[in-house]
């Protein structure tokens, strides 16, 4: 167990539609990455949030948002649902926190939300 | 421009044989280096990671990895696999970009290698 909490774990929807997955981070973990995992692809990069603020952007799509919430926790976002949307969605925690970086740089997963857009 | 490269998209060996997984990085400074296996449909989770001292470094499941600065690989062994090993695997380097207030921290991954074991 990773620590990291992501649901749902699976969600069929269709086209046009939207949704929302959510993650905890383990606790104390300030940082929280979002990552895209479609049939035989590796691993895209989405977004990452530091303590509430965005702080890097990968190849996230004008339709797909996240935010960062007080208690730390994540949403994702996912509007105008294509059928290319369908994968497997990633969040992970890091350890290595801080001007000093604390930590062994690690990434925690958490087991993915499978979204699948019919 | 950091990168990762695993050379070897499959690769296929015999149950009881020995594995090798290449992995190559581009990044100027010391790396924090790391090996994840995804079992299909399952989540990520870390093998092995390297950050400092002992090149030859441990890892779950009898996995083991040497860091080679010179050749800048993390290549990935296990002496015998066992049919449980089929999996993805996913080389990582961890890199700190400076230019933010606070710095900020990304693993840049990657393509993987999808290991098939015969029996």
């Known amino acids: 167990d990773s620590g990291v909490t992501q649901t749902p774990k699976h969600l069929i929807t269709a086209t046009g539609q939207r949704v929302t997955l959510r993650c905890s981070p383990r606790s104390g973990d300030l940082s929280v990455y979002w990552y895209q995992q479609s049939l035989d692809q590796g691993l895209q990069f989405l977004i990452q949030?530091?303590?509430?603020?965005?702080?890097a952007k990968g190849n996230i799509l004008e339709r797909f948002s996240a935010q960062q919430f007080p208690d730390l926790h994540s949403e994702l976002n996912l509007s105008s649902l294509e059928l290319g949307d369908s994968a497997l969605y990633f969040c992970a925690s890091s350890d290595l926190e801080g001007a000093a970086g604390v930590g062994t740089g690690e990434l925690f997963f958490g087991e993915g939300s499978r979204l699948t857009v019919l | 421009a950091q990168s990762v490269t695993q050379p070897d998209i499959h690769i296929t060996v015999s149950e009881g044989a020995s594995l090798e997984l290449r992995c190559n990085y581009s990044?100027?400074?010391?790396?924090?280096l790391f090996w994840y296996v995804q079992s299909p449909g399952q989540g990520l989770q870390l093998l092995l990671k390297?950050?400092?001292?002992d090149t030859l470094v441990q890892g779950i499941k009898g996995f083991e990895a040497e860091f080679k600065r010179s050749q800048s690989s993390f290549n990935l062994r296990k002496p015998s696999v066992h049919w449980s090993d089929a999996a993805e695997y996913f080389c990582?380097?961890?890199?700190?970009?400076?230019?933010?207030?606070?710095?900020?921290?990304?693993?840049?991954w990657g393509a993987g290698t999808k290991l098939i074991i015969k029996p």
């Open positions: 990582a380097v961890g890199v700190l970009d400076l230019s933010y207030v606070i710095f900020n921290y990304q693993l840049i």
């Open positions: 949030y530091y303590n509430g603020e965005e702080r």
């Open positions: 390297y950050f400092s001292g």
């Open positions: 990044y100027g400074a010391t790396p924090y």
